[in-house]
């Protein structure tokens, strides 16, 4: 219902995505440039995060949900 409403007032909702990213002082509008340069952020973020975790710690008494690898 709402969404006939909303076509039939005019205020549907247009999301256009990213256009263009600024990488390296420069900006693009290239849609794999923009994904591959979010890519590797996050895998870069990630891989910081399991590095900062301490494997083969046994003692969980302080942490009920420890990280399994």
Do not use: C, R
């Amino acid at each position: 219902m709402w969404k006939i409403i909303k076509t039939e007032t005019g205020k549907t909702k247009h999301n256009l995505g990213i256009q263009s990213l600024k990488i390296n002082n420069m900006v693009t509008d290239n849609h794999v440039m923009i994904a591959n340069t979010f890519n590797k952020y996050f895998i870069s973020v990630t891989d910081s995060i399991i590095s900062s975790v301490k494997i083969g710690n046994t003692n969980h008494a302080n942490n009920p949900n420890p990280i399994k690898y």
